[in-house]
């Protein structure tokens, strides 16, 4: 079974500061995609990256896929109250049973005003 | 609006007693998911549909099941509920292009089994 980690588990920060966080695994993965979840809502996506190596932005929001297509970072410049939430990495791959579907446990942000 | 729907978006119910959760779509999407999500285990899912009848077990299939008899609807059919299916259940559909399957969710569906 395909695994996804995600660090730091929990993260706080001041409104302003800079932060990245990480979503690694030992499998390939085909795409991976960033989603950010709200308390009593479902996750919404952020983006999908698909070649080894793709660095992606949304607004402040910059994306990387790893060469080897195993990682992902999500690093987010000014952080704004806003941005608060739980950040899902999700890797999509193929195995022997077909496809593949695996979720990050998440990284939970705070970011204070 | 396009959108993913479940109902109900809570329930409780006691150990035993039959229970189907609703999902449908609206955005012609091919592809559709169940996930359940737990505190430090994430989401995990639980079934899947490629197409119209056409459904494979995710990671946590047992004590579920799923039909797709419409492209629209897909919903999860807990026959014999135990405590530990109380968990935060989300329906998912993805449009399935050949790169990737980018998931919409549905807002959750909270179910308790006492």
């Known amino acids: 079974t395909q695994l996804l980690e995600q660090s730091p588990q929990f993260l706080s920060i001041q409104e302003g500061e800079n932060l990245t966080v990480y979503c690694n695994s030992s499998s390939v993965f085909s795409s991976l995609q960033w989603y950010r979840q709200e308390p009593g809502e479902g996750p919404v996506l952020l983006v999908t990256v698909v070649t080894g190596g793709e660095v992606k932005k949304l607004k402040r929001l910059t994306f990387q896929f790893g060469d080897a297509r195993k990682d992902s970072s999500l690093h987010i410049t000014a952080a704004q109250p806003g941005d608060t939430g739980l950040y899902l990495c999700a890797g999509e791959g193929w195995d022997n049973y077909g496809q593949n579907f695996v979720f990050g446990p998440g990284t939970r942000l705070s970011v204070l005003p | 609006e396009a959108q993913v729907t479940q109902n109900p978006r809570y329930l409780i119910t006691v150990t035993g007693k039959k229970l189907t959760v609703t999902c449908s779509q609206n955005m012609n999407h091919e592809y559709m998911s169940w996930y359940r999500q737990d505190p430090g285990l994430g989401l995990r899912q639980i079934y899947y549909s490629m197409n119209v009848e056409v459904t494979d077990k995710g990671d946590v299939p047992e004590g579920y099941k799923v039909s797709r008899k419409e492209k629209r609807n897909f919903p999860l059919i807990l026959e014999s509920p135990s405590p530990n299916q109380t968990s935060l259940y989300f329906c998912?559909?993805?449009?399935?292009?050949?790169?990737?399957?980018?998931?919409?969710f549905g807002p959750g569906t909270r179910l308790t089994v006492t």
């Open positions: 998912a559909s993805s449009p399935s292009t050949i790169s990737s399957y980018e998931q919409y």
